[in-house]
């Protein structure tokens, strides 16, 4: 029997040679062919949001997440920001500025049309800039104040012209907003239009058109679009674009278990372990555009060992940052090493990290002087006991990080106590200044500049937001500095020097960025996620995905002979 093996072995082994030997003498010279995946338009797409409709207009959807999801697909901005945070092209085709930086200047593409057929113009760019400027509560104060100080100029249907009382580099950030139609709303107040028909059938110059709702028993329960095949970027390959609202992340998950949608927009740690165990959904993951940290009242006459880098630096070091992720977090998250978002074009790489070592956190509180008292509390030189108040909002995830925390800070000595708070009461608190320490999370969604000014620069400590009051004047000039220029290898230059000097004074402690997940069907080609500066921003390039595909190819030219 063995015997007869060896011979069948033989025989395939001779076939192999033979077909190889007939290949070799085929014409060498033969041109190889290959077919690649090319997209077809059609299919439908079905992405499960979490949360309730309101209305659909891009000016009043600030507090509704599914609503900006849906914005984004229908309207349109003036300009856009890419992953890195640098602007691009949108509805503005080019843009200058004078060498003062007071004046931007911005040219619109002529083949961008609403979803009518109606050429979009500058009249409408100035007519959606003319409504934020509305004392109306659903704008906040910052907003109105900014825009009221801008001069706005139609110099003709495709150009207009914005003059700032002086120069301020982050201004194109205020230019991603969504524009909307003026031939259609131009007589209306914003208390007129936050209950209008519009709100109910939108129309828009993105790449998908409002088409209907989907209702059942009365309540809106999805909302259906379609490729917008007049497109000024090109048509959708998708031709249907399907939302559908759901209570909980638990029931959008369960929707995507039965086959109901193909995407869900967000996926919290609650149902992670389950997303991660189905093959069928893929899983992208980025950035979110907010900073835990925990800010430092520097200026506390009562707390002078706050005003030392070094016992700052021990504070820092004696947090296990790692451990709250892993552990609170499930991995999601990624460590901070300053206060600008990693990604963005002004993003120093090459700082390095505060890493857990409570053994070195030890040595520099004993460097300056600290030391334990007969009754065992530890005290600076003068006598003032190490004592903190940590301030934590009133959720369970930031009272759980700030346990890990105070464990941290007591292991190398320092006496701590947590004073839980709501949320408006402890911002009132960091306002006043009266706290020691305070774990927050910093906001900076649908910010892709990183301007950090607001919150470091010394002229934002009373009054502003510079809530540690850290005063550098060395770090305040840089980014004063690039607050001033539109040369953004100059101000990335500027960012990295203020930068290096925020890591080694430390004047807060930035903790983590946590990370957004989303997920969508393997059956969905094209997906790209980013770092993201909202949530929609996953949206950004739904355009170039597709469900459809062929294989496209090649002609081949003969050659003679």
């Known amino acids: 029997m063995k015997k007869f093996r060896w011979q069948l072995l033989i025989i395939l082994i001779t076939g192999l040679v033979v077909g190889l030997l007939l290949l070799l003498q085929q014409d060498s010279t033969a041109p190889e062919v290959e077919s690649t995946i090319s997209p077809i338009s059609g299919g439908i797409y079905t992405e499960a949001l979490v949360g309730n409709f309101l209305r659909f207009n891009p000016i009043l959807d600030r507090y509704n997440q599914p609503d900006q999801d849906v914005d984004r697909l229908i309207f349109s901005s003036l300009v856009k920001f890419d992953a890195n945070g640098f602007p691009q092209p949108d509805l503005a085709e080019t843009w200058s500025y004078t060498s003062d930086g007071t004046r931007f200047t911005f040219s619109l593409r002529q083949n961008a049309y609403w979803h009518d057929g109606t050429p979009v113009t500058a009249q409408d760019v100035a007519f959606t800039v003319s409504l934020m400027k509305s004392e109306h509560q659903l704008f906040p104060e910052d907003l109105r104040k900014f ?160 005003q030392q880098a070094e016992f700052r630096q021990a504070l820092m070091l004696s947090i296990n940052r790692q451990a709250i992720l892993d ?29 857990y070592d409570p ?134 230059k500027l960012y990295r020097n203020f930068q290096i000097l925020f890591h080694e004074e430390l004047p807060s402690l930035p903790l983590f960025y946590p990370v957004y997940n989303y997920g969508v069907r393997n059956t969905v080609y094209g997906v790209t996620v980013g770092p993201i500066y909202d949530p929609s921003d996953r949206l950004k390039d739904l355009a170039t995905w597709y469900i459809l595909s062929g294989r496209a190819t090649p002609e081949i030219t003969p050659t003679a002979e």
């Open 147 to 306: 825009w009221s100080e801008i001069q706005v100029d139609v110099v003709s249907d495709t150009v207009i012209e914005f003059a700032l009382p002086e120069a301020f580099a982050p201004f194109l950030d205020y230019l991603s907003f969504q524009v909307l139609p003026v031939h259609l709303l131009g007589n209306l107040s914003v208390d007129q239009l936050v209950d209008h028909p519009f709100n109910l059938a939108p129309v828009g110059s993105g790449p998908y058109k409002f088409r209907k709702f989907l209702v059942e028993d009365g309540v809106v329960t999805g909302v259906d679009l379609v490729a917008n095949a007049d497109f000024y970027g090109g048509r959708p390959y998708i031709d249907e674009v399907v939302f559908q609202y759901y209570p909980s992340e638990a029931l959008a998950w369960a929707a995507y278990q039965a086959g109901e949608v193909d995407g869900i927009s967000a996926i919290s740690n609650d149902i992670l372990p389950e997303v991660l165990a189905d093959p069928t959904l893929k899983l992208y993951s980025s950035r979110m555009p907010r900073l835990s940290i925990v800010f430092l009242n520097l200026k506390n006459p009562a707390k002078p060992f706050l």
């Open 359 to 492: 053994d070195s956190a030890a040595q520099r509180i004993a460097a300056l002087g600290i030391t334990r008292n007969e009754a065992g509390v530890m005290v600076t030189s003068e006598g003032v006991e190490v004592r903190l108040v940590l301030l934590v909002p009133q959720d369970t995830l930031h009272q759980q990080i700030a346990e890990q925390i105070k464990q941290g800070w007591e292991a190398v000595g320092i006496a701590v106590d947590l004073l839980v708070e709501p949320h408006d009461q402890v911002v009132a608190r960091l306002e006043s200044h009266d706290y020691d320490a305070a774990l927050v999370d910093i906001d900076l969604s649908g910010t892709p500049d990183p301007d950090p000014y607001p919150f470091w620069a010394q002229s934002q400590a009373q009054g502003g937001q510079n809530y540690s009051q850290w005063s550098n004047r060395a770090a305040s000039e840089y980014l004063e500095q690039a607050r001033v220029t539109n040369d953004y290898e100059l101000r990335t």
């Open 327 to 355: 552990n609170l977090l499930l991995g999601q998250g990624i460590l901070a090493n300053g206060p600008i978002l990693p990604g963005n074009w002004a993003y120093y790489p090459d700082l390095s990290s505060y890493g």
